[in-house]
């Protein structure tokens, strides 16, 4: 098993536990000795003394059958035994035996290690190859994708979503065709050069136009789908000596030109801020800025902007969208921290975290992710030292295993719960899908 999940094997022991049959006297008898019947029933003396006769009477039935099977067996072998006293006892023998015996178990479930260790040495060549098998799924990926696009193209062309059941585009993430942005870079390293083609068209045709004229888009959404998802299709066309996976679509200073429009506008989050934490929302027409209702920001939201404004930096030349970027992880740095560990909401206003909810759920998730990532993404730069990100992110994930991650009882899970009133406080056994990713950067 994969050395980062030793607790994997728990998972498919707990499977297999789960799914194997069981006959009904023993789901009688663990039901008996593990329901609250059973501990009502031996609370007082009548349970106690009903308990004890239920016991000796299975006692004497068993008593009684055996010695009445060994003296027809004596019987018979000396001649005196009849054939109807042999097929009677034989017959309650049979049905002595069936109360008793054990259940059938279905084979085991294997876990995706196990299945390919078991598979190299079964020889049977009928099997499809590991290879065949990446395969086989890599083309029910892409199928699966081209199916939504489909679906996508047909009914919602140029809005942020679609709804399936009423098959209706709707702007969601302000209306700057959200769908065909994020899902270029996925087509161009799927190799769908239609879609590459579609895609690609639309934004060099409208998205330019909606930006101008569009109002009120949350920085952060904003920042991670469509500025990312233009300067991914920057990189993965060709522009700057990147990767040239897409044959079809605009040239990559399409994609950069409609990106530093874009990121221009964004930057009036950190530019209106009193603080280096930027505001929430943004409208993009006149390029200004204003919070969230209640004043407050995300601690994710706030520091989930970096890798993308680093990178625009990188490739334009023009350092304004690095350095305001920088300035909040620079500002998160010096606050307060419980163990590494920080509240999932932070005022623009004061600079300051706001409440006491630690969590690697929503609003909380990608602050911990891209402390590592950004630095992977800026260590070998001669921009500055920016080593105290790594420490930060060290002293965080020493700080979730102390404070986040339990086990289950009595299974012994892992998984990573909440402190929704702070580290002196409860642990919530909540974890929604968004803490999965933390696997990922958790080392075990």
Same mark, same amino acid.
């Given at each position: ?20 049959h069981r006959s009904l006297f023993k789901v009688v008898t663990q039901t008996l000795l593990t329901s609250n019947t059973r501990r009502e029933c031996l609370s007082c003396s009548t349970g106690k003394f ?84 990446? &395969? ?77 004229? &569009? ?32 044959? &079809? ?25 009193p603080t280096a934490i930027p505001f929430s929302d943004v409208v993009l027409r006149d390029s200004s800025a204003h919070s969230a209702p209640g004043g407050l920001s995300s601690t994710s939201e706030v ?23 920088? &300035? ?86 892992v998984f990573v719960g909440e402190l929704p009133v702070g580290p002196k406080g409860y642990l919530s056994p909540k974890m929604d899908h968004l803490v999965c990713s933390a696997f990922s950067i958790l080392?075990?």
């Amino acid at each position: 098993m994969s050395k980062s999940l030793p607790y994997s094997m728990r998972d498919v022991h707990y499977d297999n536990a789960k799914f194997r049959h069981r006959s009904l006297f023993k789901v009688v008898t663990q039901t008996l000795l593990t329901s609250n019947t059973r501990r009502e029933c031996l609370s007082c003396s009548t349970g106690k003394f009903l308990g004890l006769l239920m016991i000796f009477g299975l006692a004497c039935l068993m008593l009684t059958q055996t010695n009445k099977a060994h003296s027809v067996s004596d019987g018979l072998a000396k001649g005196i035994g009849t054939n109807g006293e042999h097929k009677e006892v034989t017959d309650v023998g049979i049905r002595f035996k069936k109360l008793f015996r054990r259940a059938p178990r279905l084979p085991p479930r294997l876990s995706p290690d196990e299945k390919i260790i078991h598979r190299n040495f079964t020889g049977k060549l009928n099997e499809p190859n590991v290879e065949e098998q990446w &395969k086989a799924r890599q083309q029910n990926v892409k199928d699966a994708f081209t199916h939504a696009w489909s679906g996508y193209k047909k009914f919602a062309m140029g809005y942020d979503e679609l709804m399936p059941v009423s098959r209706l585009g709707v702007d969601g993430l302000g209306g700057l065709g959200a769908t065909v942005v994020d899902a270029l870079d996925t087509a161009m390293i799927m190799g769908l050069d239609e879609v590459v083609s579609e895609a690609g068209s639309w934004i060099e045709s409208h998205l330019l136009d909606r930006i101008r004229q &569009k109002g009120q888009v949350n920085l952060f959404e904003t920042t991670i789908r469509v500025l990312g998802g233009l300067l991914s299709a920057y990189h993965l066309s060709g522009g700057d000596q990147g990767m040239t996976l897409a044959q &079809k679509g605009p040239k990559p200073t399409i994609y950069l030109d409609i990106a530093k429009n874009l990121a221009d506008r964004l930057l009036s989050a950190f530019t209106s801020s009193p603080t280096a934490i930027p505001f929430s929302d943004v409208v993009l027409r006149d390029s200004s800025a204003h919070s969230a209702p209640g004043g407050l920001s995300s601690t994710s939201e706030v520091s989930t902007l970096q890798l993308e404004f680093n990178y625009l930096s990188a490739i334009s030349g023009d350092p304004k969208y690095s350095t305001e970027g920088m &300035k909040v992880l620079a500002h998160l740095k010096t606050l307060p921290k419980t163990e590494g560990l920080v509240p999932i909401y932070i005022s623009p206003h004061s600079g300051e975290f706001s409440g006491e909810n630690i969590r690697l759920g929503s609003r909380g998730d990608s602050y911990y992710e891209y402390l590592i990532k950004v630095w992977l993404q800026l260590r070998d730069t001669q921009d500055g030292n920016f080593t105290y990100l790594h420490d930060m992110y060290e002293e965080a994930m020493r700080g979730v295993k102390h404070m986040l991650v339990q086990k289950s009882i009595p299974s012994e899970l892992v998984f990573v719960g909440e402190l929704p009133v702070g580290p002196k406080g409860y642990l919530s056994p909540k974890m929604d899908h968004l803490v999965c990713s933390a696997f990922s950067i958790l080392e075990f």
